[in-house]
């Protein structure tokens, strides 16, 4: 299974912004529909948003208009900018090839912390 790198995670207080990064390869950027997930303590992991190899964007409702997915082919790299972050937020975050035509690849997961 292709591995992604995560990074970008940490600790902030509510109302604050954290980007994540993920490092792919470029076939698994060119090719798959990528995606970012949750998984807060003692709950399931949860798709926060999703972007096609042709750019269309999708969010889960709790993050719409807080949260931004994007990526940068020039640099290999999935992004995830999260503003107004509420404590609600806090899990580890993943980033993940949907799994669809072949598409499987995880990465270890990044700690986002948001205090009050």
């Known amino acids: 299974q292709v591995q992604l790198v995560e990074s970008g995670g940490g600790s902030v207080q509510a109302g604050g912004s954290l980007k994540l990064s993920c490092a792919a390869s470029?076939?698994?950027?060119?090719?798959?529909?990528m995606g970012w997930y949750r998984q807060a303590p003692g709950k399931e992991r949860e798709l926060v948003s999703t972007?096609?190899?042709?750019?269309?964007?999708t969010y889960e409702d709790s993050v719409k208009g807080r949260f931004t997915i994007s990526q940068d082919n020039t640099k290999n790299t999935l992004y995830l900018q999260m503003t107004g972050l509420k404590t609600e937020d806090t899990a580890v975050y993943y980033c993940?090839?949907?799994?669809?035509?072949?598409?499987?690849?995880w990465g270890q997961g990044t700690q986002v912390t948001v205090s009050s």
């Open positions: 993940g090839a949907v799994p669809a035509g072949g598409c499987s690849a």
């Open positions: 972007i096609t190899t042709d750019g269309t964007t």
């Open positions: 470029k076939y698994i950027l060119s090719n798959c529909e």
